[in-house]
């Protein structure tokens, strides 16, 4: 009875061990398909290409990003009047007097803004030939010549109108703007404040 047992033992093992050979015979003969496909010729030199071509549009836009001119850095020149919050507009007379009008048509009005530095402009009355000016004692008058005083800041502010600084001058770290009175007076730069509406003056296309 125990010979029987032994021996059936080893018959059923040796069937097992024969199963498993099959198995790896099988899987060696027939190996299971891969997930990953080698790219074929065509598809690599399109998709080469394509990066290639997208390399130099990006170069392209970088280097035209550097080369592109800006008018305000090379003395764009615009022809306005300068209508202030109160409702003149800004003129610089024939002796270099600056007040503001309320006559649209008066000659000495029309003014030439030109930039001379990135967000610093000069601005001239076309008929008089001065220039808009602040003193460092906060003064605002005509220049015959441009001059340090005549740098203005140019800004523009939340409801869009513009303010005018002087970008050489300041009184106790602040600002001295360009403004006038609600009577068309030049105001005195160190009472002038950006938030104060005499300060803020809408350019008008002449």
Same mark, same amino acid.
């Given at each position: 009875? *125990?010979?029987?047992?032994?021996?059936? #033992?080893?018959?059923?093992?040796? *069937?097992?061990?024969?199963?498993?050979?099959?198995?790896?015979?099988?899987?060696?003969?027939?190996?299971?398909?891969?997930? *990953?496909?080698?790219?074929?010729?065509?598809?690599?030199?399109?998709?080469?290409?394509?990066? !290639?071509? =997208?390399?130099?549009? !990006?170069?392209?836009?970088?280097? #035209?990003?550097?080369?592109?001119?800006?008018?305000?850095?090379?003395?764009?020149?615009?022809?306005?009047?300068?209508?202030?919050?109160?409702?003149?507009?800004?003129?610089?007379? +024939?002796?270099?007097?600056?007040?503001?009008?309320?006559?649209?048509?008066?000659?000495?009005?029309?003014?030439?803004?030109?930039?001379?530095?990135?967000?610093?402009?000069?601005?001239?009355?076309?008929?008089?030939?001065?220039?808009? &000016?602040?003193?460092? @004692?906060?003064?605002?008058?005509? &220049?015959?010549?441009?001059?340090?005083? *005549?740098?203005?800041?140019?800004?523009?502010?939340?409801?869009?109108?513009?303010?005018?600084?002087?970008?050489?001058?300041?009184?106790? +770290? @602040?600002?001295?703007?360009?403004?006038? !009175?609600?009577?068309? +007076?030049?105001?005195?730069? +160190? @009472?002038?404040?950006? @938030?104060?509406? =005499?300060?803020?003056?809408?350019?008008?296309?002449?």
């Amino acid at each position: 009875m *125990c010979i029987w047992t032994v021996t059936k #033992g080893a018959a059923a093992w040796s *069937c097992i061990r024969l199963s498993i050979l099959s198995v790896l015979l099988v899987l060696l003969l027939y190996p299971l398909p891969s997930t *990953c496909h080698p790219i074929a010729p065509g598809v690599a030199t399109r998709s080469a290409a394509r990066l !290639s071509r =997208a390399a130099n549009t !990006s170069s392209d836009t970088v280097v #035209g990003r550097h080369v592109r001119s800006y008018n305000h850095l090379q003395g764009d020149v615009r022809k306005r009047k300068l209508y202030s919050y109160q409702k003149f507009f800004l003129r610089i007379d +024939k002796n270099g007097k600056v007040n503001g009008t309320k006559n649209k048509d008066d000659l000495y009005s029309v003014l030439e803004i030109k930039s001379v530095d990135v967000g610093i402009v000069a601005i001239k009355g076309l008929s008089s030939n001065f220039y808009l &000016a602040i003193s460092k @004692k906060g003064e605002l008058y005509g &220049a015959r010549d441009f001059g340090v005083d *005549c740098r203005l800041t140019e800004r523009i502010e939340e409801n869009r109108y513009n303010t005018y600084a002087s970008a050489e001058w300041r009184n106790k +770290k @602040k600002p001295m703007f360009v403004g006038l !009175s609600a009577n068309g +007076k030049p105001m005195r730069g +160190k @009472k002038t404040r950006r @938030k104060n509406t =005499a300060t803020h003056f809408l350019p008008i296309v002449v």
